[in-house]
């Protein structure tokens, strides 16, 4: 089961953090992942990783938000594999705005690469994965994205750039079925990456935080891209609009 041997994954956001840990997880499966962020240099560094461990894959520098920048990385990726089967939209950025001191361009810079880059990324993935009728797409949303009871004080950008991922899922699933692509979003909880550590949340907060999880602990990256895997799977056949949270628990406190 899960075998991605033969499948081409591109993944976004992938220089460290969870879509380090997603890249990584995709090539011990088989797949032959491009691993893409801002920096080309960071993304050489996770390759040699994968090369090291008997994986193949390739860096390229992407900024999700630039669509000439990611139509020339989709282009390159497709000659140089031939095909492109698997998409994990996993860039995003978190940045501590309260509402009433948010500048156009906090909202506008969250949105452009949380919400606008996802969408760039997927419409050209399906374009590709169209031609052989197969496709999935995995889109990174956040257990705070609306609809299930978790506002973040300090968040309004970047919690309406997550709720707008799982609507813009739903939509790209209908869509897309009759193409072979299915289309879902992981909702991860508190997950141990840099976005956390550099986010500086008190220890007392932080405490507070746990204490509010059944599993009493933050979530690791490999434990978001078990999830990734199987979505990324045949075994997921039947899975398209779905969200899956993975969060320890939070949401069913
Ligand atoms: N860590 C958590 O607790 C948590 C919880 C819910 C959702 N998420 C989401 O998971 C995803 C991964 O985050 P992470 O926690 O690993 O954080 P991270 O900061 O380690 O990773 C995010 C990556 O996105 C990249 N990125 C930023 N702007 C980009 C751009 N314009 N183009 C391409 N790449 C860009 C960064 O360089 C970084 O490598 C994000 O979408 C985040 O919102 C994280």
């Given at each position: 089961m899960f075998d991605l041997t033969e499948k081409v994954a591109l993944v976004t956001g992938a220089r460290r953090g969870m879509g380090k840990s997603h890249a990584i997880a995709l090539a011990r499966q088989g797949a032959k992942v491009a691993v893409t962020d801002i920096s080309q240099e960071e993304c050489q560094a996770v390759v040699d990783e994968i090369k090291s461990a008997g994986g193949e894959a390739v860096a390229f520098k992407m900024d999700v938000s630039n669509k000439a920048e990611v139509g020339a990385v989709f282009?390159?990726?497709?000659?140089q594999f031939g095909r492109l089967d698997i998409l994990v939209n996993n860039a995003g950025i978190y940045t501590d705005k309260p509402a009433l001191e948010m500048?156009?361009?906090?909202?506008?810079?969250?949105i452009n690469i949380n919400l606008k880059g996802e969408f760039l990324c997927a419409q050209r993935a399906a374009k590709e994965m169209a031609k052989n009728n197969w496709g999935r797409i995995i889109n990174i949303a956040s257990i705070a994205s609306g609809g299930v009871g978790v506002g973040y004080a300090g968040g309004a950008h970047y919690t309406a750039s997550k709720g707008g991922i799982i609507g813009m899922t739903e939509t790209l699933a209908v869509e897309?079925?009759?193409?072979?692509?299915?289309?879902?979003?992981?909702?991860?909880?508190?997950?141990?990456?840099?976005?956390?550590?550099?986010?500086?949340?008190?220890?007392?907060e932080m405490k507070e935080m746990l204490a509010s999880i059944p599993l009493k602990r933050i979530g690791r990256p490999e434990e978001v891209s078990a999830?990734?895997?199987?979505?990324?799977?045949?075994?997921?056949?039947?899975?398209?609009?779905?969200t899956l949270y993975i969060d320890g628990g939070r949401l069913s406190q």
């Open positions: 282009d390159e990726v497709i000659k500048s156009e361009e906090d909202w506008d810079k969250t897309w079925a009759p193409l072979g692509i299915n289309v879902n979003a992981i909702g991860p909880g508190a997950i141990d990456t840099p976005m956390i550590s550099a986010s500086q949340v008190p220890e007392e999830a990734v895997v199987f979505l990324a799977s045949e075994e997921a056949s039947y899975i398209t609009g779905a």
